[in-house]
């Protein structure tokens, strides 16, 4: 039987949608299946509304902070179902838009789950397709720890359709997700714990955005409990009670477990294609998104390298350049910049303090942003530089506070590009601007083994 399709694309999130537009769009006979949601995770239950939660919780705080420049306004109490109804609104039409995309560039959808029948076959549903090229996106799914009770807990698949906003909620976890959660229930008016096993949220992050971030989190009323792991959840009613490896147990009526993502394999029968995992379920693959058997691909967060969407839409885009647009082009995973939606954010790009070479010279100020010398808000901002002593390149840029991804986006350019420590001083700033600190640091804090 001859192949349907030149490529067909299992997962229609962030990185298949962009492979199969895209290898549409040059030309090849491209079939792809959703079996969830058109967006995946990033669209649906993920950076999108998880961003409008984030905002939601900040304007609470802005009409706090209001009072010190002349406007007494009263918060009154957060509409929860309204502002869900509207999120959803607006993730409907993006979900409109991805499928609009798929179809102007004349890829076949299939709305179902994927399962291997052979190397070059699927199965969706009744139908089976064959395809000469199988390309895995399948991306990932929230994990639980193992303990006994611990199916009571939510995770962040669930958090963006609560019935109503918790009352009371005990995060588990210190990672992207716990971090960014934490911030978005205390702004929004729940009273929240965090519990994690490490003595500073954000693992692998720059120790004084670590530090900040902590200080961020207590500012916000978040309690922090560092260094301990839950061990037993029990329901007391409407009441969950979480046990603690110190001895020690809280209650809440929400406990939501942001403990990591795990790729999405299951189902998708890759032995009948021979295709290999790692124990964690991720697909290896090489440089040009090959897993062991050299025509089916994976890429995204299902590889689990680097589980960013925009990793993922680099890598979807580059394949199909490669595969069908005449391109060698590979993608580096090296000085890829992040954030993280905290209130206040933070965001990173190039090395941290911990991973830099002996001798870097480190730049750090620390300040009060001008609107909180009025909102009377307690916060401060971190901004962080990391120098090649030999060669002055900047190795890293590092910053907790308002604006934080927005600035780092713009200083990662100039670091990818290899900018110095003495382009950064010729530049002028903008003033006035937090930003501007980036181009005025002159005082060297310390040296790195110094
Ligand atoms: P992370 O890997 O970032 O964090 C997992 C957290 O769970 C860490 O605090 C980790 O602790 C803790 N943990 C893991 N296992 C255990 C255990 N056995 N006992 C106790 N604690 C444990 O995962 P997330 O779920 O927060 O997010 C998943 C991924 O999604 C992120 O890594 C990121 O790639 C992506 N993401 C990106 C966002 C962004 O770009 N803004 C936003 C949200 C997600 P420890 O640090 O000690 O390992």
New binding site residues.
């Given amino acids: 039987m001859a192949d349907e399709f030149d490529l067909f694309v299992i997962g229609g999130g962030s990185a298949g949608v962009r492979l199969a537009r895209i290898a549409a769009g040059h030309g090849a006979r491209v079939g792809v299946a959703e079996s969830r949601f058109w967006g995946g995770t990033c669209v649906n239950v993920?950076?999108v509304p998880?961003k409008f939660m984030v905002m939601a919780a900040e304007y609470g705080l802005a009409a706090d902070d209001a009072a010190g420049f002349g406007w007494p306004i009263e918060r009154g109490a957060h509409d929860w179902a309204r502002f869900i109804a509207a999120k959803d609104q607006e993730i409907a039409r993006l979900n409109r838009a991805y499928t609009g995309l798929l179809e102007r560039a004349g890829a076949q959808m299939f709305e179902g789950y994927a399962r291997f029948v052979d190397a070059h076959t699927l199965e969706i549903g009744e139908r089976r397709v064959r395809a000469a090229r199988i390309a895995i996106a399948t991306g990932?799914l929230?994990t639980r720890?193992e303990f006994p009770g611990s199916e009571l807990a939510i995770v962040?698949d669930d958090a963006f359709h609560l019935p109503g906003r918790p009352q009371s909620v005990v995060m588990?976890?210190?990672?992207?997700?716990?971090?960014?959660f934490a911030g978005i229930f205390a702004g929004l008016g729940a009273r929240v714990e965090q519990v994690?096993?490490?003595d500073l949220?954000l693992?692998?992050f720059d120790a004084d955005l670590r530090v900040g971030v902590a200080e961020a989190l207590a500012a916000n009323g978040v309690v922090l409990h560092p260094s301990v792991?839950?061990v037993r959840l029990e329901a007391h009613g409407a009441v969950k009670k979480l046990f603690l490896s110190d001895g020690t147990s809280l209650e809440a009526d929400c406990v939501f477990m942001?403990?990591?993502?795990a790729p999405h394999v299951a189902g998708l029968n890759l032995a009948a294609a021979g295709v290999v995992t790692a124990p964690s379920g991720a697909i290896p693959i090489n440089d040009q998104f090959q897993t062991n058997i050299e025509h089916i691909y994976a890429l995204g967060?299902v590889t689990d390298r680097?589980?960013?969407?925009p990793v993922a839409t680099a890598e979807g885009h580059a394949l199909a350049d490669r595969l069908f647009g005449g391109s060698e082009r590979i993608v580096s995973l090296v000085g890829v910049p992040?954030?993280?939606?905290a209130i206040p954010p933070l965001a990173s790009v190039g090395l941290s303090e911990a991973d830099a070479p002996v001798g870097t010279r480190v730049f750090v100020a620390r300040f009060t942003p001008m609107r909180h010398a009025l909102s009377g808000r307690e916060r401060r901002s971190v901004m962080k530089l990391l120098v090649d002593p030999v060669t002055d390149t900047v190795l890293g840029a590092h910053m907790l506070g308002e604006d934080a991804p927005e600035i780092i986006q713009g200083l990662a350019v100039a670091i990818t590009a290899g900018a110095t420590k003495a382009d950064f001083d010729r530049t002028i700033g903008i003033h006035p601007t937090v930003a501007e600190e980036f181009v005025t640091m002159r005082t060297q804090t310390r040296v790195v083994g110094g």
């Fill in positions: 993920g950076c998880k990932g929230p720890l962040s588990v976890g210190s990672g992207y997700i716990a971090v960014e994690y096993r490490q949220p693992r692998g792991t839950p942001a403990t990591g993502r967060d680097l589980n960013l969407t992040s954030a993280v939606f």
